[in-house]
């Protein structure tokens, strides 16, 4: 049975047509729900009592719920149960420019890149739709405010999970839906090329992000698993295309591990790689976690960093920190749950 929470517009006027309604029940619907915040159908006053009776029976309404939240400055934490009892993590970040959340897309992670708590935990399945759009639901209802910012980043690689991620973007930044701007919206991959090729076509003008790390296939190649299926010459070309088509901007994010990127020559290097590009660096101070002998990079180092990619006209920005001290990496919070 299909969750009405993972339901675009589009797929609940094609329900209405089939069961002999008029499409527009579905903005009824969007409105209620997610205008009015109402989860509550039976109380709608401008649909039949038969047609409300007959979605009951046809679609679930069931949530996921908040079981622990972790608070730091400006920041929380939040650990999902879901309906099958596995857990999923978002982040709340409080902004001078809004509230933001970064969502988990899946149960856990294949990519397996060698410093990321998610790709410990492998993965288990893909979060449905409705469990993406129900973290910030959630979310909001526990803090009464609006998210006015999402960010793809969390536990999982939303472009694994393709289909359910975009009609995740689809429902969110719908005007009836929960209408967060598509310029508010990021995805970040750690680079499927093929659903890159997908995404740049879909005419959606989300953000997109590109886990980068390294900028050499050699060093690449140790520390995120998916560079040995698509490598980074195959990467820069397809994201050359993207930005000539789209005319969007490519973030690209590069977490600093002491003494092994964040070396002067790993800079000239990345330099190089991305010259020219209509794209800018968000440098992340790492978030050191007791199962991975990976180091957070001294503030000198990632000074230098950023100083060789400035000098070198790259747009770049060092990520504010937030959660050191609340399990702060992707998956650290589920780990110490019991996830496996």
């Known amino acids: 049975m299909k969750n009405i929470f993972g339901c675009t517009k589009e797929y609940l006027e094609g329900y209405f047509l089939d069961i002999g309604e008029k499409k527009y029940k579905a903005k009824q619907i969007f409105d209620h729900l997610y205008k009015k915040k109402n989860c509550d159908i039976t109380n709608i006053s401008n649909i039949k009592k038969d047609t409300i009776e007959?979605?009951?029976?046809?679609?679930?309404?069931?949530?996921?719920?908040?079981?622990?939240?972790?608070?730091?400055?400006?920041?929380?934490?939040?650990?999902?149960k879901l309906n099958d009892n596995d857990y999923i993590e978002a982040v709340l970040m409080f902004h001078d420019y809004g509230n933001s959340l970064c969502i988990s897309t899946q149960v856990g992670c294949?990519?397996?890149?060698?410093?990321?708590?998610?790709g410990r935990l492998k993965k288990r399945r893909n979060l449905d739709t409705y469990e993406m759009v129900e973290q910030i639901l959630l979310v909001e209802k526990c803090e009464n405010i609006r998210i006015s910012h999402v960010v793809l980043m969390g536990i999982g690689e939303p472009f694994d999970n393709y289909d359910n991620v975009i009609n995740f973007i689809k429902i969110i930044n719908d005007d009836l839906g929960l209408a967060i701007g598509a310029r508010h919206i990021t995805v970040s991959t750690c680079g499927i090329i093929p659903k890159i090729e997908e995404f740049t076509k879909i005419g959606i003008q989300v953000n997109l992000a590109i886990s980068l790390h390294a900028p050499t296939n050699e060093l690449r190649d140790k520390l995120m698993?998916?560079?040995?299926?698509?490598?980074?010459?195959?990467?820069?070309?397809?994201?050359?295309k993207y930005s000539k088509i789209t005319n969007r901007r490519i973030t690209f994010e590069y977490i600093l591990l002491k003494d092994i990127n964040d070396t002067k020559e790993c800079a000239i290097k990345l330099c190089a790689l991305i010259k020219g590009m209509n794209a800018y660096v968000n440098l992340i101070p790492y978030n050191e976690t007791e199962n991975f002998i990976f180091k957070r990079s001294n503030t000198s180092n990632i000074n230098a960093f950023y100083d060789i990619l400035k000098k070198n006209g790259i747009n770049v920005t060092i990520r504010?920190?937030?959660?050191?001290?609340?399990?702060?990496?992707?998956?650290q919070l589920r780990a110490n749950k019991g996830g496996k």
């Open 54 to 80: 007959k979605m009951n029976n046809d679609f679930s309404f069931d949530f996921i719920k908040i079981c622990e939240i972790k608070k730091g400055k400006d920041v929380k934490k939040y650990l999902f």
């Open 110 to 118: 294949n990519m397996g890149c060698a410093f990321c708590e998610s």
């Open 225 to 240: 698993p998916i560079n040995k299926i698509y490598n980074l010459n195959d990467l820069m070309i397809v994201l050359k």
């Open 320 to 331: 504010r920190e937030f959660g050191g001290l609340i399990d702060a990496a992707c998956g």
